[in-house]
């Protein structure tokens, strides 16, 4: 199972918006509505921002949306903030019943 | 407060064995799939397999199949990682994570276990 191609890095300046892209296929992204989004920042764990596709869960920023189109997945964050500065990974559920992270991008903020 | 707890950092030596722990807190450990999730030293996440404590059903990506195994305990709510045979590219942080119980997403992270394997 490869790993979902995402950006090694997208950078912007706070206020703006950005997306990241969730490359997959047929059998992982493309198939399922549950694809989820976690944010890592430098020295801490990951924490869940988006799940099936389009959901935040509780206490997680408006600013964060996420969408989907065709095998592509996609994560937004707008009204950039220096906070928003971590790592962010993708993940599917894929049709062998296992999960497959995406290679994960660094997010800068100018 | 519900929560995963994780064993230690470990530092072993290469073809020396591990287990490496997660222990719930605060919820039905039987009812949920518990995955481990490698982080090599300034890498990515890698998902490994998953298991599911009331049964101990187990599923390995490709990738660690035969490379290390996952079990648990569930008279004690606690999930392992094991290696037979630690290698130094086994180098990293093991998350242990909690499938979500109405979804196919990672809803609760254990605080990580660093190995660290050298001679």
């Known amino acids: 199972q490869s790993a979902l191609a995402q950006p090694a890095s997208v950078s912007g300046s706070p206020g703006q918006s950005i997306t990241i892209s969730c490359s997959g296929s047929s059998s992982d992204v493309g198939a399922y509505n549950y694809v989820s989004w976690y944010q890592q920042h430098p020295g801490e764990g990951p924490k869940l921002i988006i799940y099936d596709v389009t959901k935040r869960p509780s206490g997680v920023s408006h600013r964060f949306s996420g969408s989907k189109s065709g095998n592509t997945a996609s994560l937004t964050i707008s009204g950039l903030q220096a906070e928003d500065e971590a790592d962010y990974y993708c993940?599917?559920?894929?049709?062998?019943?296992?999960?497959?992270f995406g290679t994960g991008t660094q997010v800068t903020v100018l | 407060e519900v929560q995963l707890v994780q064993s230690g950092p470990e530092v072993k030596k290469p073809g020396e064995s591990l287990k490496i722990s997660c222990k719930d807190s605060?919820?039905?450990?039987?009812?949920?799939?518990i995955a481990w999730v490698r982080q090599m030293p300034g890498k990515g996440l890698e998902w490994m397999g998953i298991?599911?404590?009331?049964?101990?059903?187990?599923r390995y990506s490709p990738p660690f199949q035969g490379q290390v195994t996952i079990s648990a305990d569930k008279s004690i709510s606690t999930a392992y990682l094991y290696w037979s045979s630690l290698k130094a590219s086994d180098n990293g942080m093991y998350y242990c994570?909690?499938?979500?119980?109405?979804?196919?997403?990672?809803?609760?992270w254990g605080q990580g276990t660093r190995v660290t394997v050298s001679s």
């Open positions: 993940s599917s559920w894929t049709s062998t019943s296992l999960y497959v």
């Open positions: 298991i599911y404590p009331g049964d101990s059903e187990t």
């Open positions: 994570v909690r499938e979500s119980a109405s979804s196919n997403w990672f809803d609760l």
């Open positions: 605060g919820f039905t450990f039987t009812s949920y799939w």
